[in-house]
């Protein structure tokens, strides 16, 4: 026995010289590490490496940026390599982190549909990845939401009367111009970025990006909807057999949580709401169920970044002060969760969005405000900067949009919201000398008089939260939602192109115009045809569809190329020098917005649906319908 005392033998201490203690405790620290080090080579569902490796322990590095992250595409710093721009070792931050994968070969493969092995690869690995998430005692893929009953609880059908055609023949003719675009736009992704995340109209390629971790097929998954309800059969039909054969959720890199959300998740809820087709709700909650590590932190606020591997790590973006998370991107998350509970009968997803909720609503804010920047760590505000623009506009969106979906049920959502847009109009809402009503941001009490093109999506949320209201208050809101929509407008009456700026002053004389260079350029953003098309719905004032019609003709005019349109840098430039990318969110939001607004009201109705903030519609819960027996006789038997 290795402690036996050795006859002969000086001993001290146990009974083992210096030479010998030393040689067993080497022994035993080599044993310790052994042990610790096959930790990681046992699966995740063993319990023992839940004890001891906590999959969000890492506090690393960063990415992009929140609701701003198209901007930060749109405004590339080529010097950096693309998979670690922007990125700063956090505490923690290992070497050995897996690339993202991104090489051209595997793009092409994944693009023209993978092959047979590897799709049966990927399955038993997504299999692998359910038996995990079921481990939290619930089985994601319980077969409990019945799409016939749903249906029965819509007041209206989905696509309306006649596919929401409209009895004015003009309007028809503005509806078939714009159905027009989106085939033109969808034929040329589809001819020269089939499977890649956006189309670069000018080089005729691809682009993949970084904000997704991987995931491929951006502008696919955000145009499902919007062909669908235009009636583009076909090439609805190549969408969806490219969602169902070649859509990879097994990816491995770094995605933004904010954007595979509302872009993915978002998109695949709605095409299975509108085509009750299985496999669209099965991706939304694998995909969800990917993004869950994210919340991993202290407090419960999810971080920014979240590796879509096994590894589940997550990351606060290296931009954001002291490893923050951004209000827009932990804020914009409940509508499409709390659809995931429904569809999968998997409560995690709610309760996740729920504990934001509570945090928030507890939390202190000054003179009534959220700030941009919280940590997951400590739960306290980082910096006291705020915005209906980037950074935080979606946060208020989905609050009212949270109370309309619930059927109206979500107080607390009501609540909080109400209570915000009282502060915004005490603190950031302002007046030009001109008479032009805008939302100023707002840091630590010094106002910026600058609007954000993302901030014109405002006149629109506040349209819809009119209604429930204050009764005193409520025409005061409409008035409100009309104003910001009129400036918004201005921003774009006032450029030489008729298309606005990304963000517009009102200092040193300035009225709704960029000042600055760097704030001239266009993505082909559709926040401002948004709030038309809520307004038009709200007040069926005609002037919003002529408005809507200018943009038509603008976006032909300026961003239409030969093969696809493209955004453009400077909105007060004749001589238009395109940025060489159609924007998933233009055919999933621009072009479905403009739509929407040369139909009738019963296509997509509001009275049973809201948009996520990337226009893709979900609908109202009706609980009580949805419970009611009644009911599924009813549409069982129709
Ligand atoms: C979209 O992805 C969403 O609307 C998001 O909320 C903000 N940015 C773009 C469109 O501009």
Same mark, same amino acid.
């Given at each position: @026995?290795?402690?036996?005392?050795?006859?002969?033998?000086?001993?001290?201490?146990?009974?083992? $010289?210096?030479?010998?203690?030393?040689?067993?405790?080497?022994?035993?620290?080599?044993?310790?590490?052994?042990?610790?080090?096959?930790?990681?080579?046992?699966?995740?569902?063993?319990?023992?490496?839940?004890?001891?490796?906590?999959?969000?322990?890492?506090?690393?590095?960063?990415?992009?940026?929140?609701?701003?992250?198209?901007?930060?595409?749109?405004?590339? $710093?080529?010097?950096?390599?693309?998979?670690?721009?922007?990125?700063?070792?956090?505490?923690?931050?290992?070497?050995?982190?897996?690339?993202?994968?991104?090489?051209?070969?595997?793009?092409?493969?994944?693009?023209?549909?993978?092959?047979?092995?590897?799709?049966?690869?990927?399955?038993?690995?997504?299999?692998?990845?359910?038996?995990?998430?079921?481990?939290?005692?619930?089985?994601?893929?319980?077969?409990?939401?019945?799409?016939?009953?749903?249906?029965?609880?819509?007041?209206?059908?989905?696509? =309306?009367?006649?596919?929401?055609?409209?009895?004015?023949?003009?309007?028809?003719?503005?509806?078939?111009?714009?159905?027009? @675009?989106?085939?033109?736009? /969808?034929?040329?992704?589809?001819?020269?970025?089939?499977?890649?995340?956006?189309?670069?109209?000018?080089?005729?390629?691809?682009?993949?990006?970084?904000?997704?971790?991987?995931? $491929?097929?951006?502008?696919?998954?955000?145009?499902?909807?919007?062909?669908?309800?235009?009636?583009?059969?076909?090439?609805?039909?190549?969408?969806?057999? /490219?969602?169902?054969?070649?859509?990879?959720?097994?990816?491995?890199?770094?995605?933004?949580?904010?954007?595979?959300?509302?872009?993915?998740?978002?998109?695949?809820?709605?095409?299975?709401?509108?085509?009750?087709?299985?496999?669209?709700?099965?991706?939304?909650?694998?995909?969800?169920?990917?993004?869950?590590?994210?919340?991993?932190?202290?407090?419960?606020?999810?971080?920014?970044?979240?590796?879509?591997?096994?590894?589940?790590?997550?990351?606060?973006?290296? /931009?954001?002060?002291?490893?923050?998370?951004?209000?827009?991107?932990?804020?914009?998350?409940?509508?499409?969760?709390?659809?995931?509970?429904?569809?999968?009968?998997?409560?995690?997803?709610?309760?996740?969005?729920?504990?934001?909720?509570?945090?928030?609503?507890?939390?202190?804010?000054?003179? =009534?405000?959220?700030?941009?920047?919280?940590?997951?760590?400590?739960?306290?505000?980082?910096?006291?900067?705020?915005?209906?623009?980037?950074?935080?506009?979606?946060?208020?969106?989905?609050?009212?949009?949270?109370?309309?979906?619930?059927?109206?049920?979500?107080?607390?959502?009501?609540?909080?919201?109400?209570?915000?847009?009282?502060?915004?109009?005490?603190?950031?809402?302002?007046?030009?000398?001109?008479?032009?009503?805008?939302?100023?941001?707002?840091?630590?009490?010094?106002?910026?008089?600058?609007?954000?093109?993302?901030?014109?999506?405002?006149?629109?949320?506040?349209?819809?939260?009119?209604?429930?209201?204050?009764?005193?208050?409520?025409?005061?809101?409409?008035?409100?939602?009309?104003?910001?929509?009129?400036?918004?407008?201005?921003?774009?009456?006032?450029?030489?192109?008729?298309?606005?700026?990304?963000?517009?002053?009102?200092?040193?004389?300035?009225?709704?115009?960029?000042?600055?260079?760097?704030?001239?350029?266009?993505?082909?953003?559709?926040?401002?045809?948004?709030?038309?098309?809520?307004?038009?719905?709200?007040?069926?004032?005609?002037?919003?569809?002529?408005?809507?019609?200018?943009?038509?003709?603008?976006?032909?005019?300026?961003?239409?190329?030969?093969?696809?349109?493209? =955004?453009?840098?400077?909105?007060?430039?004749?001589?238009?020098?395109?940025?060489? @990318?159609?924007?998933?969110?233009?055919?999933?939001?621009?072009?479905?917005?403009?739509?929407?607004?040369?139909?009738?009201?019963?296509?997509?109705?509001?009275?049973?649906?809201?948009?996520?903030?990337?226009?893709?519609?979900?609908?109202?819960?009706?609980?009580?319908?949805?419970?009611?027996?009644?009911?599924?006789?009813?549409?069982?038997?129709?």
């Amino acid at each position: @026995m290795v402690f036996r005392k050795l006859p002969g033998v000086s001993a001290s201490g146990m009974g083992l $010289r210096l030479s010998q203690k030393f040689v067993f405790l080497l022994f035993l620290s080599g044993l310790v590490t052994l042990c610790f080090g096959a930790l990681f080579f046992l699966p995740d569902s063993v319990r023992l490496k839940r004890i001891f490796l906590s999959k969000t322990e890492v506090q690393p590095v960063t990415v992009g940026s929140g609701s701003e992250n198209d901007v930060r595409e749109h405004l590339k $710093r080529p010097k950096e390599p693309e998979h670690t721009r922007g990125m700063t070792p956090g505490k923690g931050e290992t070497k050995s982190r897996k690339p993202s994968v991104s090489n051209e070969a595997t793009e092409e493969r994944m693009a023209g549909g993978k092959a047979q092995e590897d799709l049966t690869l990927s399955r038993s690995k997504a299999d692998s990845l359910m038996e995990r998430v079921s481990d939290a005692d619930h089985d994601a893929n319980s077969d409990t939401f019945n799409f016939k009953k749903f249906q029965g609880c819509l007041l209206k059908p989905a696509l =309306g009367r006649d596919s929401g055609s409209t009895a004015d023949p003009k309007t028809n003719d503005r509806r078939e111009k714009v159905k027009e @675009m989106m085939k033109f736009a /969808w034929d040329n992704y589809k001819r020269y970025a089939w499977g890649k995340n956006e189309l670069r109209p000018l080089t005729k390629n691809g682009h993949l990006g970084n904000m997704f971790g991987g995931l $491929r097929g951006a502008s696919i998954v955000d145009s499902l909807d919007t062909l669908y309800i235009m009636g583009l059969m076909d090439e609805y039909n190549d969408a969806k057999e /490219w969602v169902q054969t070649s859509l990879d959720l097994n990816s491995n890199g770094e995605a933004s949580l904010f954007e595979v959300n509302i872009r993915y998740v978002g998109g695949l809820l709605s095409a299975y709401y509108l085509t009750g087709e299985e496999f669209f709700r099965n991706k939304a909650v694998e995909l969800g169920e990917k993004l869950l590590p994210a919340f991993n932190t202290p407090t419960g606020i999810p971080r920014g970044v979240i590796n879509l591997g096994s590894s589940g790590t997550s990351w606060s973006w290296g /931009w954001a002060s002291a490893g923050s998370s951004i209000l827009a991107e932990f804020g914009t998350l409940h509508l499409e969760f709390v659809h995931l509970t429904e569809l999968s009968n998997n409560p995690v997803f709610k309760e996740k969005v729920m504990s934001i909720r509570k945090l928030l609503n507890k939390i202190e804010k000054p003179h =009534g405000l959220y700030p941009n920047f919280l940590s997951p760590v400590s739960g306290n505000w980082v910096q006291h900067h705020v915005s209906i623009g980037g950074l935080g506009d979606s946060f208020y969106e989905y609050l009212i949009k949270s109370y309309l979906m619930s059927d109206k049920t979500d107080e607390e959502a009501k609540k909080m919201y109400y209570s915000a847009l009282e502060a915004i109009e005490a603190n950031l809402v302002q007046k030009s000398p001109g008479g032009l009503t805008y939302m100023a941001e707002w840091r630590g009490g010094i106002l910026d008089h600058k609007m954000g093109h993302l901030a014109c999506f405002s006149g629109g949320m506040i349209g819809i939260g009119a209604d429930d209201g204050a009764p005193e208050k409520r025409q005061h809101y409409l008035d409100l939602a009309a104003e910001i929509t009129h400036t918004c407008h201005e921003s774009y009456t006032r450029s030489t192109t008729r298309l606005g700026p990304e963000a517009f002053r009102f200092d040193s004389g300035a009225e709704a115009t960029a000042t600055r260079l760097s704030d001239r350029y266009y993505i082909l953003r559709p926040e401002v045809i948004e709030s038309y098309m809520y307004l038009w719905r709200l007040t069926h004032d005609p002037k919003y569809r002529d408005w809507g019609w200018e943009a038509v003709e603008a976006l032909e005019q300026h961003c239409r190329v030969e093969s696809g349109f493209s =955004g453009i840098r400077d909105v007060y430039a004749l001589t238009a020098s395109h940025d060489n @990318m159609q924007q998933s969110f233009f055919l999933s939001e621009t072009l479905k917005y403009l739509y929407l607004l040369f139909s009738d009201d019963d296509l997509l109705s509001l009275e049973d649906w809201v948009f996520n903030t990337e226009a893709h519609p979900l609908p109202i819960i009706r609980k009580s319908c949805l419970q009611d027996e009644v009911t599924e006789e009813k549409t069982v038997s129709e």
